[in-house]
Every structure is written in C-alpha cells, then in structure tokens.
C-alpha cells in the first residue's frame, strides 16, 4: 500500500529556498500525463514568479508521478506530494493545508493559461484588499479552436462599485459567474478564516466551497479578461465521465444547501441559491451519457431530490430565466422520457429559428455587400473621368 509522501526534489531554478510565494497554485492530477507538461509549462511561464506549484498525484496509474517529479528537479518553485487516489476534493485540502502563499488557485492539470493570469488576478486583489478574484474564461479543444465563453463571469450583472459582496448584488449573488473553481483566485487567510473546504465526493467537489466563499467574502473583485482557457475534449475528464457519477452535482448542491442554512441572513439570498442549483442540477442531467442514469437521476429528484432543495416551491421570480422555473414545474407531471422528448424537440425548434436567422442575416448581408460593392464601382469611375 502507498504511503502518503511529501517529496521535494533538490533543484536548480525558479523561488530561493526560503523565500515565501505570494501566490500558491495548486494542481491535483489523476492519470493526467497526456495534457501535464502543457499545463505545468503553461503555470512555470507565468509573469509572477513568485509562486509554489503543488502538485498531487492523486494515486495516478500512468506517468503522472514520473513527470512532476522530472520538472521538480528543474524548477524548485514546484512541489510534488502524492496519495492514494482519493478525489480532487481531499488533494486540495491536503495541499492547503501545506500552501504558504498569499493568495492560492485551483487549477486542473489539462487546462492552460494566460501567461500574465497569476501577475494580473494578483495585482487587482493588492489594489482592492480583495477576499475573492474572478476572471474571465476560453474554452479550447485539441484542433487548435478557442471559443470566448460568457458564462463564466457576467461583467453586465455587477454592481456599480468595486470591490463589491453579497449584500451589493443580492439577487444575483450565484448568477454572475460559475461554480468552476478554476477562473478565480483566493486570499489564502481567508479561506483559513472561514474553514473553507472541498467536500469529498467525486464531482463537483468545488461546488460548496465557491458557493460559500462567495456568500462569506467581504470583497468580490474582477478581472474582466479571459486568462484562463478550458480544455473541453477530454474525454477522459470527470465531465466526460458524468454518467458515472451522475448525482454528484445533486450532492453538492445539497450539502451546500444545508451549509449555507446555518447562516440567518440566507433567507435573502435563497432565491439566487435556488436558481444556480436548478440551472446545475439541469446541467448534469444534460451530461449524461446513457439514459439509464438520466432516467434514474430524473425520477430521483421528481421523487425527493427536488424537495430536499426546496426547488418543488421555488417562485418565477427567482429565477434567473424563465425557462428554468417552467422546466421546474413540467418535472411534476412529466416522466423521464417525456421530458427528454420535449427537450429534445425543444432544442430542435432553437436549432431551427437560429439556421431561419442566420439566412435572413445573410440575405441582408449580401445586399449590403452588393450595394458597397456598388459604391466602390461608382468611386473608381468617378475618380477615372476626374483624371
């Protein structure tokens, strides 16, 4: 049985023993040799140089170890511990636990970075004494295609001050950005003050703590660039395992749930509460895989799930858009199968009202395209008998 080790290589390059960091990263890793050394190169080429990398084989099967550990020879800034595999939740707490910097990210181990990412969150948490730093995000696939992603953070539901927190945007406290931990950045004494920490489950593991760092921060700040870009292809990812652990998003927003009720002022943000974790809950039953485990997460939550949550008493008016109170009130009458039908047909008609405006787009495109063409001719004629 594996023993669960911290190992420093002795190395050559990068922070002097001794010296602090300012910012700590930290990257739990399962079986991740395929994308690892992207990524590592992707976090030893920052701007900031003044950073630890805590690396946590989670109990890889494959390389994994072999390639921290070759880098770690190489650039002192970069600490390898290992596990037996556990989850990405339990690394991270191990690796906090260990984490001396001023501030701390999560980051995954097949994602990249804006090489000015650490430099510029960190810069915006000096200026505004910030608890909590949010970005903005790219999602990539392996062809070479960068899609600018919105999602992630809402720069158009921000309040008009900055720093900002809970009590300065109420009803969209949960709505302008993501529970995705990896597009923010935290002050270290912060998450020790509150007693943050990632629930041991394996998806979604992120969920309470985002949610309750954002409910407990006394300063919100943003940075309104995308400097972190998400792998989207990895098949190979709990995201692209979803099936296998289909009632993890379930779960944590549960546990969430029942951490955020031991707070008296909760009431007032409920509302937000309730419309991230339908949006999350709709989410994960989109991520599905088989319809055996849609089916049996579907039934669950018509049956008690939905309940627990308190989603089965939910208001219109709480929540974010329309349709997510609407599919929450079809889910009582509706089976499984008929819900998936109508969803499908739904995205079908989408699919059909975007191809009908995209023609009509293009219709009015190619006259205007004509009509400057046109202009063009009539200028160059002009300019001929000027001559």
């Keep these: 049985m594996k023993k669960a080790s911290n190992k420093t290589a002795n190395n050559k390059t990068g922070r002097r023993s001794g010296d602090k960091p300012l910012v700590s990263v930290i990257v739990p890793v399962y079986n991740g040799e395929k994308y690892l050394k992207e990524m590592l190169d992707s976090v030893r080429g920052q701007t900031l140089k003044e950073l630890e990398v805590l690396c946590i084989n989670d109990g ?64 915006k948490m000096e200026r505004r004494r910030a608890d909590v730093c949010v970005c903005g995000v790219c999602e990539f696939t392996d062809t070479g295609k960068v899609y600018e992603a919105e999602g992630y953070l809402r720069m158009d539901m921000l309040p008009d001050k900055d720093p900002f927190n809970k009590f300065d945007i109420r009803e969209r406290l949960f709505w302008f950005g993501s529970n995705v931990l990896w ?44 400097l972190v870009y998400y792998r989207t292809n990895n098949a190979d990812s709990l995201t692209g395992r979803s099936s296998q652990t289909a009632f993890c998003p379930y779960q944590s927003f549960l546990y969430t749930f029942g951490k955020l009720r031991e707070y008296p002022n909760f009431g007032k943000f409920k509302g937000s509460f309730c419309s991230k974790a339908a949006r999350g809950i709709f989410r994960g039953m989109n991520n599905q895989t088989s319809f055996d485990a849609y089916a049996q997460l579907y039934d669950f939550l018509k049956r008690e799930g939905l309940a627990a949550l308190e989603l089965d008493e939910c208001r219109a008016e709480d929540m974010e858009e329309k349709w997510i109170y ?58 001929r008998r000027m001559n």
């Design 60 to 123: 890889s099967e494959d390389r994994s170890g072999d390639i921290i550990q070759d880098i770690a020879k190489r650039d002192r800034r970069v600490r390898y511990l290992e596990q037996e595999h556990a989850d990405a939740g339990a690394a991270r707490n191990r690796a906090l636990k260990m984490a001396q910097g001023k501030y701390v990210v999560f980051w995954d181990a097949d994602d990249r970075f804006d090489r000015y990412a650490l430099e510029r969150m960190c810069r």
């Design 183 to 226: 597009n923010k950045m935290f002050r270290r004494q912060f998450i020790l003050k509150e007693k943050l920490q990632f629930q041991s489950i394996p998806q979604a593991n992120d969920t309470a703590f985002v949610m309750l760092a954002m409910y407990l921060a006394s300063a919100i700040t943003c940075v309104d660039k995308k």
């Design 326 to 383: 609407e599919d929450l009130e079809r889910m009582k009458t509706f089976s499984a199968g008929d819900f998936l039908l109508y969803k499908t047909n739904e995205r079908r008609m989408d699919r059909d009202q975007l191809k009908h405006t995209l023609r009509r787009v293009r219709k009015k495109l190619a006259v205007l395209l004509a009509v400057n063409e046109r202009l063009k001719q009539i200028k160059r004629l002009a300019g």
